[in-house]
């Protein structure tokens, strides 16, 4: 199987940041973007699991432009100590906000900061990293979160956000990507109306943002579809067989990286909008409908309000808009 399903157009000159880059839709994400031509910075957690993605593209690309940067985006530590990292370096046009649990805990479990741990590595280490770096974004930058199919299979609880009450593995992931992707509309709208108030102090008609928030979701994508790759992707002969199973209904990561890759280099992507797969599952790239939930503005401002009190700074989009 390759790594690169369909062509990607040019991203020479571009400079783009993964997060959870060195597996699953990080990696196939990266490639692709490395063989477009962009400058892409892996991170993620492990030193060494970096190394091994960085050397799998090298090994394929021999040319390509890639560096790591190691965040834990479970730690707001880490998130910081990545962000004083990244403004060291020249703006970013692309974040692809990707690192995340998936095979979450049976029990409820804290990070280091005392938030739920699915929360904090799916949510608020984002919203830390994307409050840090947001004024140091390139013009017509690009902030794409990945979505879910799980957002359309659960309720949305914004009283329990830390699951105190209510912990269940299922239920932990759901509501935190349901929470993330309420974050990336309530980010466009403000964004929106930066562009707008900064527009109209100067006299001006243009109200398109510097900035553009959106959503891509892979689909049902599994690593036993996905091609093998050396110390990032190895699934066993049973793993391989129990996926293949599922081929009428499901993908590789390489394949859902196609919907993220689009999201970030295709021309006809803006703030706002939310890409999938065609057949909601597997599919090439096209425009779809998130969930009323997540589009709701009264909801993005409460999970706005909770994030910046979580990770104790506030969100400074007007800058952005100036």
Do not use: C
């Amino acid at each position: 199987m390759t790594w690169y399903p369909t062509p990607t157009p040019s991203q020479a000159g571009r400079a783009v940041l993964v997060t959870g880059a060195n597996a699953g839709l990080g990696f196939f994400t990266s490639a692709r973007l490395a063989k477009a031509g962009a400058h892409v910075v892996l991170s993620g957690r492990d030193p060494d699991r970096l190394a091994a993605a960085v050397a799998a593209i090298r090994g394929r690309i021999p040319a390509a432009s890639v560096e790591t940067l190691v965040i834990d985006v479970a730690s707001l530590d880490s998130v910081r100590a990545g962000v004083d990292r990244l403004l060291d370096r020249a703006p970013l046009d692309t974040v692809v906000l990707n690192a995340g649990m998936v095979h979450t805990p049976a029990t409820r479990h804290e990070s280091v900061d005392g938030h739920e741990l699915v929360l904090a590595t799916n949510v608020l280490g984002h919203f830390a990293l994307l409050g840090g770096t947001l004024p140091h974004l390139a013009p017509a930058a690009r902030v794409i979160t990945i979505g879910s199919l799980s957002t359309r299979l659960s309720t949305f609880r914004t009283g329990d956000l830390q699951l105190r009450r209510s912990y269940d593995a299922w239920r932990a992931y759901a509501q935190s990507k349901i929470a993330a992707s309420a974050l990336a509309f309530e980010l466009d709208r403000r964004l929106r109306r930066a562009a707008t108030d900064a527009a109209e102090s100067v006299g001006a008609a243009s109200v398109t943002p510097r900035v553009h928030s959106l959503i891509a979701h892979p689909g049902y994508s599994i690593s036993g579809r996905t091609p093998r790759v050396p110390g990032v992707n190895e699934p066993t002969r049973v793993e391989r067989f129990a996926d293949a199973l599922q081929s009428p209904f499901a993908q590789g990561k390489h394949r859902g990286a196609d919907v993220i890759v689009h999201a970030a280099a295709a021309d006809d992507v803006e703030g706002g909008q939310f890409w999938g797969p065609r057949y909601e599952v597997k599919g090439p790239p096209s425009l779809g409908t998130p969930t009323r939930t997540s589009r709701d503005p009264a909801i993005g401002a409460a999970v706005w309000a909770f994030a910046e009190e979580a990770v104790g700074a506030a969100f400074d989009v007007e800058a952005v808009g100036r």
